[in-house]
């Protein structure tokens, strides 16, 4: 389970991101949303670890992760935008290495229906530089899947996946889902939020606007039943039109 409590991030005097909390359970995909600047890398830093919050806490599969981080980020898996990758480690060695961080003995066979699944199984001896941008996401992918984590984040995960990976990528998550992991996924492509997540968290300027399943979401905010996602989106975060200046 993933849950944060009161997460503020400043910089300076600049808030990024103010009072957040939110949930989610084992078993839910919750999409994370909102406009460029509303907050949501500076979220998702803060949730995985890699940057502190300024106040609030946040709480790892039971685990404090200001007070155990390493104990946190074991049950975490974090896949990025952009592909962080060694570049004289190959494939292979890179998911030996992230076996020997997570302290994962078996990883070859672990590896194996991963590597299979992502259509790489081919490409072990090869290095990040002879990988096109899409198979560099799915050794992301491949390594952050390795230690089998309860918790994982993903932030638009289909950036470069040729449409069959965006299939199975889109399938991987609703089984990791099925098996009860709790998943984020941080996304501007409101079709696939709408066709993956079970939950929706929109924030606008660093606050929070709505947190809820998607069919609380939608019928809080839709103007018709049919509304999409899209439509509800910009219904919760449009800014409200200023008032017309009467001549003297």
Known sequence: MIEVTG????????????DLSFTVQ????????????????????????IIPPTLGSVWIGGVDLKEDPVGAK?????????PRLFDHLTVEQHLNFVARLHNVADWQSRAEPILADLEMADKRALLPAEL??????????????????????????????????????KETMRRLARDGAAIILSSHLLSLVEEVCSHVLILKAGEKVADGSIADIRARFAVAPEASLEDVFFRA?????APPVLPP
């Open 7 to 18: 997460l503020t991030k400043r910089y300076g005097e600049f808030t990024a991101v103010r």
């Open 26 to 49: 084992p078993g839910e995909v919750m999409g994370l949303v909102g406009p460029n600047g509303a907050g949501k890398t500076t979220t998702l830093r803060c949730a995985t670890g």
């Open 74 to 82: 074991r049950r975490l898996a974090f896949m990025p935008d952009e």
């Open 132 to 169: 096109s941008r899409g198979m560099k996401q799915k050794l992301v992918i491949a390594c952050g899947l390795l230690h089998s984590p309860s918790v994982i984040f993903f932030d638009e995960p289909l950036t470069g996946l040729d449409p069959g990976g965006i299939r199975r990528m």
């Open 237 to 241: 975060t449009e800014t409200p039109a």
